[in-house]
């Protein structure tokens, strides 16, 4: 112990009671030259591990008794902290057969993305998107929403919420509907046929912060991938990628969170890239591997991975693949704090 330590921290000790600490033991810490993020690379493998827990989650609560029945992906570097990363939650949502998730609404903004079954719902502001798998279905803050399966097969979906970003500034509200379902306001497609085709209704104009379409069904983007990898060359560190747009603004379909949806040609390696959005993956089709630091994933369909801010990351194909992902760059960037490297 040198001369110092001892008076300061009998200093410390002295005013810690008065709520008070001196910045000069954490600064470094706190405005650090780089990001530093306690969130660490993690991979979930749905087949093998997740779906099993899944069905049996599914015997042991309704999801009426459980409101939402999910089971959370929990960032390893964020124990206990319901987080992927330090912005975002995902988890992944089961619906049996005959089931309804109680309708609802909060000021968190959450996605979908199907990952398995085929015609469950999700209902929002009255209504109904019918879900298949690929599809990315948004229910934005304070909308009315319930999930209802009145198909014959189980169906999980990707959710993804901000309610980090929610509990940051202690800004959420919540309440239950009267009514386990939404009445039916408007006829399923009724949104994506005003609001998805490149028009709009002649006198309509934007009010709330969320695009108006709020189902993107995988068929129409899946095309479209299809449509510009056979009409150009990939970006070096992306691959085909398209983002999501709010069609209102041309930005993101909710202001707190950003989605993609990119394709990978077969044998395709991408160049090393980093942004301070930590991203979620999630595997729609092929095959391939993830490097992340030292952190190799191996990844096939349905697997989910997260790549932490400011980790530098390669994907490489080994068959022709598809990855949904979504990060919170929506935030940063009306920030002014989103950054990226391309190497
Ligand atoms: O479906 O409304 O995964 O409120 C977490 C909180 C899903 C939902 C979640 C939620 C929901």
């Known amino acids: 112990m040198d001369d110092a330590t001892a008076p300061r921290q009998a200093f410390y000790d002295a005013i810690a ?9 954490n600064l470094h810490h706190l405005v650090t030259r780089a990001p530093a993020t306690p969130t660490v690379p993690a991979h979930w493998d749905y087949d093998g591990v997740v779906r099993p827990y899944l069905m049996q989650a599914g015997g042991l609560i309704t999801a009426k008794e459980a409101e939402r029945r999910v089971l959370i992906l929990e960032n390893p570097g964020l124990p206990g902290q319901a987080s992927i990363t330090r912005s975002l939650f995902a988890g992944l949502q089961l619906i049996l057969p005959g ?5 609802h609404r909060h000021t968190q903004s959450a996605l ?5 079954g085929h015609g469950a719902y999700t209902a929002v502001e009255g209504e109904r998107a019918l879900m298949e798998p690929g599809d990315f279905v948004i229910t934005p803050s304070w909308t009315w929403h319930d999930h209802g399966n009145d198909s014959d097969a189980p169906m999980v979906w990707l959710d ?14 919540a309440e239950p509907a009267a009514a386990d379902r939404q009445t039916e306001a408007r006829p399923a497609g009724d949104s994506l046929a005003r609001f998805g085709h490149n028009m709009a209704p002649v006198d309509w104009r934007p009010t709330g912060k969320a695009s108006p379409v709020f189902s993107y069904p995988y068929a129409r983007s899946r095309e479209a991938l299809a449509a510009i990898a056979r009409n150009g060359a990939p970006d070096a560190c992306h691959g085909h990628k398209l983002r999501y747009v709010n069609p209102a603004t041309g930005g993101a379909p909710m202001p707190t969170i950003g ?11 991408t160049a090393p890239y980093r942004g301070t959005d930590g991203t979620v993956f999630s595997v729609v089709e092929g095959e391939g591997e993830t490097i992340v ?5 191996r990844w096939k369909p349905r697997d989910l991975f997260v790549v932490p801010a400011w980790h530098r990351r390669t994907h490489r194909a080994t068959s022709e693949a598809v990855l949904f992902s979504f990060s919170d760059r929506p935030v940063q960037e009306a920030l002014g704090l989103w950054r990226e490297e391309r190497a």
């Not at 009671?17 to 033991?25: F, G, N, R, S, V």
């Not at 993804?160 to 509200?173: H, M, N, Q």
């Not at 989605?259 to 390696?269: E, K, S, V, W």
């Open 17 to 25: 009671p008065h709520h008070l600490a001196p910045l000069w033991e």
């Open 99 to 103: 089931e309804v998730a109680p309708a």
């Open 112 to 116: 979908r993305f199907i990952i398995e």
């Open 160 to 173: 993804g919420l901000d309610i980090p970003i929610v509990r940051l500034f202690d800004a959420s509200f």
């Open 259 to 269: 989605a993609c949806l990119q394709l990978l040609p077969a044998g395709f390696a």
């Open 293 to 297: 630091g030292d952190t190799t994933i």
